[in-house]
């Protein structure tokens, strides 16, 4: 499966194997992001399949984000494929349920 990080309105969504081959493709790609916006948009619910690796990856982001005092929102709870993966890693609340595309 291939792997791509699509502009979709401003949301950013993840497609594909979002696995250790593209792992710090992911973190450069938000790092520099969160370096320049206030709000930023991740959409997982065309994940594939995660592994331990590109949790922490996610776990990154948020931590830079909160540290910076960015908004972030992570779509995609709804995704069984990575779902019990997050709920495992204790990152289920990286989900945001208020976010409202407009």
Request: aromatic fraction near 12%; charge should be positive.
């Amino acid at each position: 499966m291939n792997f791509e990080i699509i502009n979709n309105k401003g949301i950013f969504e993840i497609r594909g194997h979002f696995t250790n081959a593209y792992t710090n493709q992911v973190a450069d790609f938000f790092n520099n992001l969160l370096d320049r916006y206030y709000e930023i948009t991740i959409c997982l619910k065309q994940v594939k399949r995660m592994d331990a690796k590109a949790l922490n990856v996610m776990q990154f982001i948020d931590a830079k984000a909160k540290r910076r005092s960015k908004v972030l929102f992570v779509l995609g709870k709804d995704n069984k494929r990575i779902k019990k993966q997050f709920e495992a890693a204790n990152l289920i609340n990286i989900f945001r349920n208020d976010y409202d595309s407009k």
